[in-house]
Nanobody
Framework: QVQLVESGGGSVQAGGSLRLSCAASGLEVRWNCMGWFRQAPGKEREGVASMYTLGDRTYYTDSVRGRFTLSQDNAKNTLYLQMNSLKPDDTAMYYC???????????????????WGQGTQVTVSS
């Protein structure tokens, strides 16, 4: 059974940092396309970042490029999202997701991902 468990969310002031973790079981993060998505109240789910380690490819949405960094620890089978210089607009529920195999030509589209975690809340105050 595939399971993704997120942690690391919380409340911070603008300019602060958080690191989200996604512990995977039932699949290996290095062999599959792994991503982070977020959804704010009243808004559609948005792709934040995704990566496929074997292809050495990482993708970021424009609004977070340069502030967020995606990484993974293969020994722990865990995906991380380091978020720096947080803004109030980053406030959302953040979800970890997995797509079997390589990332598709649309690496930040939520319909490409088949397995999802339960989410972790990030709140950034001004």
């Amino acid at each position: 059974q595939v399971q993704l468990v997120e942690s690391g969310g919380g409340s911070v002031q603008a300019g602060g940092s958080l690191r989200l973790s996604c512990a995977a079981s039932g699949l290996e993060v290095r062999w599959n396309c792994m991503g982070w998505f977020r959804q704010a109240p009243g808004k559609e789910r948005e792709g934040v970042a995704s990566m496929y380690t074997l292809g050495d490819r990482t993708y970021y949405t424009d609004s977070v490029r340069g502030r967020f960094t995606l990484s993974q620890d293969n020994a722990k089978n865990t995906l991380y999202l380091q978020m720096n210089s947080l803004k109030p607009d980053d406030t959302a529920m953040y979800y970890c997701a997995a797509k079997w195999g390589v990332c598709s030509a649309r690496p930040l589209f939520n319909t490409e991902f088949s397995t999802w975690g339960q989410g972790t809340q990030v709140t950034v105050s001004s």
